[in-house]
Structures are given as C-alpha cells and as structure tokens.
C-alpha cells in the first residue's frame, strides 16, 4: 500500500524535525521539509504531495497563508495550519484557503492524527460557500470572545462557545440558520465602535460593539461573514486591566532568589508580563538536602485567568515535588498533570507547556522533562550550546501524559537556560525563530552571569510585543 506524502512547511528547524518524527512514526511518506512560503509552492509543484502541513508565520515576503492561497490556485491539495495564534486578523485570512484543519499549538499526536486522516480520507468535491465556512469553525472556537460566523445571506452558520452564552442559548441548533437580525439591531451601527442592541433568546437586551468582517475567496467572492461582540463597557475594561495588574504583581513577586538553587549555584531571571494578566512563570526550590527542582511554564493564552492558573500550578508543582524528593522529573509532571487535569475550575482550552528538571547540587547531575515549551539550553564553558531537546505533549492536553527525560551533568561554569516564546518572538527575523533565539544566546554564553541577562533582557524590552517574555538562567559556580 502506498503510504500518503505529507509535505511539512516550518521555517523552526528543531520543530519541523520533530514533525517529521511524528508522521513518520505514524506511517506517512514525507515529501520534504521547506522553511518559507515560495519553497512551499514550488515543493508542492515538484512533488506533488497528498497532504500539506503549513505553519501560518513563516519569515519573507510570503507567509504560510500567502503560500496556500497560491498552492490552491493551482493545485488540489489540503492544507493543515499551524500556528501558535488565533487573532482575528489571522482567522479572517485563513478562512479565505479553506484549510482542511487548524491545528492550535501546542498540539499532541493524536491530534496530529486524527486530523491528517481526516483530510486524507475526506472525498474532496468543490465545497458549498457554507461547507467553507464551516470548514473554519475550530478558528472561531479559538476565539476568547463571543464570535458568530454568518453565510452570504446573513444567516448564522456556526456560532462559538462564549457568543451562545452571551445569546442565551443552550445549543447551537437553536440558532442555526436564524438571521443575524433576530438577535442584533444592525440598523444602531452608526459606527464600528458604537454599541448595538443585543437581545437575547430570554427576553434580555444588553449592548456590544459588534465589528462584522466580511469573509472572501481569493477570487474576491463573498462567503460570508464572522461577527464579532465585545461586551466590556470602559469601567469593566479598567476594572480588568487593574486586576490584570494586581495578579501580574502577585507572579513577579514569586519569581526566584539568585540564592534559591542554594550554596554553588547562581539564579538570575527576569518576567515581563501581557498588561492583560501573565501565563508565564518560573521557579527553584530545594529537594532534600542535595537536590532542587527548576521548571519554566507557559499557559496557553493571556488574561487574569492565565496568571491564576500559573500561580496555581506553583502550589501543585511544589506540593506534588516535595511528597516524594526522590522522584524524577518524570514522576513528577505527570503527577502534575494528573492533578491539573482535575481540577474543575481550568477551561479544555487552557494547555500549559513546561520543562521541569532536577539537579543534584554536589555532583551537577541533572534530568529534564519538556512538555509542549521551548526546549532548555546547556551553556558549556567556551561557548558552545546544547539543545535539551526532549520530546513531550503539554500539560492539561490529556489525564496521560507523555514525555521523555533527558540527562546531562553541568560542569562548573556551565548554565542551564530556560525561555518562553515570547523571548523567541524578540528574535523574529531571520530564517527561524527559534534558532535566531539559540544563536544569540550562545553568541554571548561567556559573558559574565549579570551580563549575560542585562543584554538578553535589554533585547526582550526592545522587542517586547505584549507576548508575556520571560528567562530562566540556572548557572553552576566555577569557584563556589
């Protein structure tokens, strides 16, 4: 039987690797590896793949949407995004291609999996206007706000979670194809900004501002449409903002000691919180009387819920670490994971990523875990840098959790370098993220300690985009 070919577009080598490793071990062919958009089209007319993978920020003139847009315009092949954001201006552009899917990173095998098997096995005639509409409704479950999407007719083809909540409605079937006029009094929008009326299937009325934009083929036809509600007035907006800033105070306020990892070792870190509310931490704490835990996380999203839930991962960590001080990290996180995965009050969506090790002090023996985050870095004395590149979904994806320990030893001298995505994002330009980051860390690794985090975090405040930015610099004494 002839195994389908899976073409994979990502311009981070380390995960494209890793997504190789994936589809291979699941029984595809992959057709080849390109990182940019124009690679991907000519790719794509060179080998004639069954299936593409597209990661949706690729460096260039001509970015992963670009890429498909021109791919379809020729040739019928699915495409599966990829990509680490749901923005409305991204889900608008996407949901132009009809992707065959829209995988939210991080995402596990298994998601891989099904996903793939979907848009190989679909038999492919040439969608309906609404077939393509709904085709993109994983985009709009993305969405943290109420978001409807509308066909041509203004009929509401597919509305989210948080926009059914705020009708008032139980299922979704109540609301399939009823007008868009039944609930929202379109004749009010004298501007974009200006609330409209919004009734509810109670009997209710509130207001919004609601931003309609208009969905289009590459051809310029209208699909249809995705609305959008914002509900919060100005006083809600400042009474979030300043919880959002009391939550973020809380975080940076258990952020580590230099002294935490304890006597022959040197902490040094540095946070720069989403104004919304940080999912971002990191923490050293002691186990036993020679060993002591280190990890860095990232929850998936912004916004006081993000750094309620970071914050509470810092008592289940430190609590699930300390019953047993013998355990690996392994032990460890899915211990961790487990207890995450129960708690009631964390939403399906909110996915934590995380590398979590433990060292032993006397010696330097260490062991790491990394579920779904950036992978750890191994300054050597004299400037070279190890990737810790450990396999592993992210936590909260499911009750199992899989991952793989990685060992090492840190010589005297040596450093173990933990960031979030927000530090790669800093590092945007170029031909990867990811290895731009690892490049420039290791391009100043000999640098003094205090040094070492004035430039990195001299760098994270020029680039600082409003991603939560964050480090984690664990670094063994030459002369303790």
């Given amino acids: 039987m002839t195994k389908e070919r899976i073409l994979v577009v990502e311009d981070e080598v380390l995960v494209a690797e890793e997504l190789r490793e994936d589809l291979e071990e699941l029984g595809y062919s992959v057709a080849g590896v390109v990182g940019s958009g124009e690679s991907a089209v000519r790719a794509v007319s060179e080998n004639r793949p069954d299936l593409v993978l597209m ?77 393509r509409l709904r085709g993109n409704e994983a985009l709009v479950d993305a969405l943290d706000f109420p978001a409807l999407l509308l066909d041509a007719g203004g009929l509401i083809v597919y509305a989210n979670l948080s926009a059914l909540s705020f009708l008032k409605v139980g299922d979704l079937s109540f ?11 379109i004749g009010t929008r004298e501007s974009p900004d200006r609330p409209c009326l919004i009734l509810a299937t109670d009997g209710s009325a509130s207001s919004a501002v609601v931003r309609i934009e208009e969905l289009t083929l590459s051809n310029g036809d209208q699909i249809g449409a995705l609305v959008l509600f914002q509900r919060m007035s100005g006083k809600e907006r400042n009474f979030l903002e300043s919880s959002a800033c009391a939550l973020n105070d809380a975080v940076l306020a258990n952020l580590p000691a230099s002294t935490s990892a304890g006597s022959g070792y040197e902490v040094r870190n540095f946070l720069y919180p989403c104004p919304s509310g940080t999912g971002d931490f990191h923490d050293v704490f002691h186990l036993g009387r020679d060993r002591f835990c280190f990890y860095a996380l990232d929850v998936m999203g912004h916004g006081p819920l993000a750094a309620l839930i970071a914050g509470t991962l810092r008592d289940i960590i430190r609590s699930t670490a300390t019953k047993d001080v013998e355990s690996g990290p392994a032990a460890i996180l899915t211990r961790v994971n487990r207890s995450y995965w129960e708690r009631s009050f964390v939403p399906e969506s909110f996915f934590v990523s995380l590398v979590l090790g433990v060292v032993e002090r006397s010696s330097g023996r260490f062991a790491l875990v990394r579920a779904g985050h950036p992978p750890c870095l191994c300054l050597r004395p004299g400037g070279r840098a190890e990737v810790l590149w450990a396999p592993g979904t992210a936590i909260g994806v499911s009750a199992e959790l899989d991952v793989e320990e990685r060992a090492g030893e840190l010589e005297p001298g040596a450093r173990l370098v933990l960031f979030s995505d927000g530090l790669i994002e800093a590092y945007a330009k170029g031909e990867g993220r990811l290895e731009a980051a690892v490049r420039r860390i290791a391009e100043i690794g000999d640098h003094p300690l205090e040094e070492f985090i004035e430039v990195l975090s001299a760098d994270a405040r020029e680039h600082f985009s409003g991603d939560d930015t964050s480090l984690l610099v664990i670094e063994r004494c030459a002369n303790p």
Wanted: negative net charge; proline residues 7%; glycine residues 2%.
């Fill in 175 to 185: 609301v399939r194809n009823e007008s868009i006029t039944r609930f929202v009094d």
């Fill in 55 to 131: 990661d949706v920020r690729l460096e260039g003139d001509v970015d992963g949407i670009e890429a498909a847009r021109q791919i379809q315009a020729k040739f019928d092949v699915p495409i599966i995004y990829l990509t680490a954001y749901s923005d409305q201006e991204t889900l608008k552009r996407a949901a132009a291609t009809s992707p065959a899917a829209y995988l939210i990173k991080p995402f596990n095998e298994r998601e891989l999996e099904a996903n793939i098997a979907l848009a190989l096995s679909a038999n492919r005639p040439k969608p309906s206007p609404t077939d």
